[in-house]
């Protein structure tokens, strides 16, 4: 699970396409699905991701984006609702032994938590026990997810602790 907030790391530089690209390169296994969640961008560098509101792709083997939802609303990518939304959306439509829930934006760790959303700046950040709940009431826990990170900027501690906190709850 790639939760993507692109911002204006995208909408300047194009960072969220680099890294589609990069994933789009990987090989993957028949046994791998990676379903990525849009939003928060008011200029997407890459073709197909709209400007205007949420959506749900899959990394298909070969490298080629495939829109499964053209429109899960327009909600702030920081609003721990649209998180559940999609960790939901993955658990019933790709069940999974094994996950990995990546957050893909600006973040500031521990003090202020995770994204910034270009579309509805007045949203703010998630905070790391705002995400912690987002998780639970999509009805798993951090210990259902392998790998869970925060990406980019100064969420590097967040990683760590949001992991380990939660986990030892």
């Not at 960790?87 to 996950?99: E, G, L, M, T």
């Not at 026990?129 to 999509?138: C, L």
Request: net charge positive; aromatic share 8%; with cysteine.
């Amino acid at each position: 699970m790639v939760y993507l907030c692109g911002t204006d790391l995208e909408s300047k530089s194009g960072m969220a396409t680099n890294d589609l690209k990069e994933m789009a390169a990987a090989s993957l296994s028949d046994k791998v699905n990676v379903i990525i969640y849009t939003g928060g961008c008011k200029n997407w560098k890459i073709g197909g991701i709209s400007n205007t509101g949420n959506q749900i792709y899959q990394m298909q083997k070969g490298g080629q984006l495939k829109l499964l939802e053209k429109n899960r609303g327009s909600a702030a990518m920081t609003r721990p609702d649209t998180l559940t939304d999609f960790i939901s959306y993955c658990k019933q439509n790709f069940p999974a032994d094994r996950n990995e829930l990546i957050l893909w934006d600006h973040g500031g760790g521990t003090v202020s938590g995770f994204g910034y959303d270009e579309r509805e700046k007045s949203a703010g950040s998630m905070t790391l026990p705002s995400i912690a709940n987002a998780v639970k009431k999509a009805g798993v826990s951090l210990r259902h997810f392998r790998v869970f990170s925060l990406s980019r900027h100064r969420q590097g501690e967040g990683r760590r602790t949001a992991a380990g906190r939660t986990a030892a709850t």
